[in-house]
């Protein structure tokens, strides 16, 4: 698949696109330590539903982080280079840190969004979260990528999935260059500093994601953010934070939720 580069008047971004229909789906994904390019194939493949009906984009972290970049600097740069590609309305997903972001488009630029789902996300970090990625941030600067891996694949995974992707999980950590792991750490520390105090009602435009098994932002936590944004609630059982990467039907439900009036 070919990765495309987009030039904004605020910042350079790699992006990819799949699926030959006339609506835009923009999926932000959560925090990586390697681009989310490099699994473009993976995530075409895995979104295949979406193929005929949507032009589905997935955009990568900016390529120059400041030291200092928060959720809303990455949000303005999404929403520069989703602009810039004559995308005027979307429905959008975004997992995990990619959910903060999306918040905040809500909030700042609603106009762009027909529908959202929030997936494994929460409108602030609670101290049991900090404590979690806080300890993934240590890790990263120690240089201890492995057990950076193991660390933090339990707590995001349902033990099957660790267990059956393992090898795989590993060395997608533990090859990890220098700048990729000084941009994982910029990304943990917004993420620490990311507070949604201007979290609005978005009923019935935003659907909420969990799973009661999260082990990185507590199920209370994400059922808080849908009661304040009056927002739908999707709840599984039996998985852990990266249920939008294992549940079955986890792309119909959100499929039919965009499609449903």
């Not at 809303?72 to 429905?91: H, P, S």
């Not at 260059?177 to 507070?195: H, M, P, R, V, Y």
């Not at 009056?230 to 059982?237: D, F, I, P, R, S």
Request: hydrophobic content about 35%; proline content about 2%.
């Amino acid at each position: 698949m070919e990765i495309k580069s987009i030039k904004t008047k605020r910042c350079v971004m790699k992006y990819f696109t799949f699926g030959e229909g006339n609506k835009n789906l923009i999926l932000i994904p959560g925090v990586g330590i390697r681009s989310i390019t490099m699994a473009s194939d993976m995530v075409a493949a895995y979104y295949a539903p979406f193929h005929k009906e949507y032009k589905v984009y997935v955009f990568d972290i900016r390529e120059d982080l400041p030291q200092v970049y928060t959720i809303d600097e990455m949000m303005e740069d999404l929403y520069q280079a989703i602009t810039d590609l004559g995308i005027k309305k979307a429905y959008f997903n975004g997992c995990s840190m990619g959910g903060m972001i999306l918040q905040r488009m809500e909030v700042k630029h609603p106009d762009i969004v027909l529908k959202a789902v929030l997936s494994s996300t929460v409108c602030e970090i609670s101290n049991r979260s900090k404590k979690v990625i806080e300890n993934w941030r240590d890790l990263t600067v120690e240089g201890k990528l492995k057990e950076l891996a193991e660390v933090s694949c339990k707590q995001v995974y349902t033990s099957d999935y660790y267990e059956k992707y393992y090898d795989a999980l590993i060395d997608y950590h533990i090859n990890a260059s220098k700048e990729e792991t000084k941009k994982f750490i910029i990304q943990l520390d917004a993420i620490l500093k990311f507070n949604n105090t201007e979290v609005i009602n978005t009923k019935p435009k935003t659907l909420v994601v969990t799973a009661k098994g999260d082990q990185t932002f507590s199920y209370t936590e994400q059922e808080d953010l849908a009661k304040k944004i009056g927002g739908k609630l999707l709840t599984y059982e039996g998985y852990s934070h990266a249920v939008y990467d294992e549940a079955l039907d986890y792309l119909e439900k959100i499929k039919n939720y965009f499609e449903e009036d």
